[in-house]
């Protein structure tokens, strides 16, 4: 079946120190969207990447989409505590019309102050 | 800024007792869905739905689960006899009809204990 990987599962930072969580997926993807979700609060929609080696920003926050649409990845500089939380990919896959996500597992980041 | 609202927030049941999970979905979208995510895990799919009828299910959604669009607003997810794996936060998440729109907005979501 369709499978989205993502690593790492944990990072821990410093404050201020680089964050990096990556994606990759089975097959290639329509567009690949990443949530952000806080401890016990549900997914929050941060960005959707639909072009073929597209890269967005969004202050401190870089998200890039591969060349072949099959990996992405979300880097944070200069990491702040309210960055926390942990981090979701989420890939459409090819070919589907049902709009479906297929989450990685998510990368926990906690940065120390 | 409109938004995706679950009822209710937690819902303690026993095995075997059926529960409904009710979402009310942000009111122009067309495409409905629900995912689980088991404590500490990650969000999983379990349905899609689109002009009243289920257009994907996953493996996890078995014939204990049902969904249902009553009237205009709400959005249900009924599992017939809950089984202690079946506790999690379960997700409802709406997405406008419009092309190329494929932003999903997720609810608070609702945590289920089975006991």
């Known amino acids: 079946g369709q499978q989205v990987m993502q690593i790492p599962q944990y990072q821990h930072v410093q404050e201020g120190e680089d964050f990096t969580t990556y994606c990759n997926s089975s097959?290639?993807?329509?567009?690949i969207q990443w949530y952000k979700q806080r401890p016990g609060g549900h997914p929050v929609f941060l960005i959707q990447l639909v072009k073929s080696g597209e890269v967005k920003k969004q202050k401190r926050l870089t998200f890039q989409f591969g060349e072949a649409k099959k990996n992405s990845s979300l880097h944070i500089t200069a990491t702040q505590t309210t960055d926390v939380g942990t981090y979701f990919c989420?890939?459409?896959?090819?070919?589907?019309?049902?709009?479906?996500?297929?989450f990685g597992k998510g990368t926990l980041l906690t940065v120390n102050p | 800024e409109p938004e995706v609202t679950q009822t209710p927030s937690h819902q303690v049941t026993q095995m075997g007792q059926e529960v409904i999970l009710r979402c009310v979905p942000i009111?122009?979208?067309?495409?409905f869905y629900w995912y689980r995510q088991i404590l500490g895990q990650k969000v999983e799919f379990l349905v899609s739905?689109?002009?009243?009828?289920?257009?994907?299910k996953s493996e996890i959604f078995d014939d204990q689960f049902s969904v249902e669009r009553p009237d205009g607003s709400n959005f249900t997810l009924k599992i017939r006899s809950t089984k202690l794996e079946d506790s999690a936060m379960y997700f409802c998440?709406?997405?406008?009809?419009?092309?190329?729109?494929?932003?999903?907005?997720f609810g608070p979501g609702t945590r289920l204990t089975v006991l």
């Open positions: 009111s122009n979208h067309l495409y």
């Open positions: 097959t290639t993807l329509s567009n």
């Open positions: 998440a709406s997405k406008s009809g419009r092309a190329l729109i494929d932003t999903q907005y």
């Open positions: 739905f689109y002009n009243n009828e289920i257009s994907e």
């Open positions: 989420a890939g459409q896959h090819s070919g589907g019309s049902n709009y479906k996500l297929t």
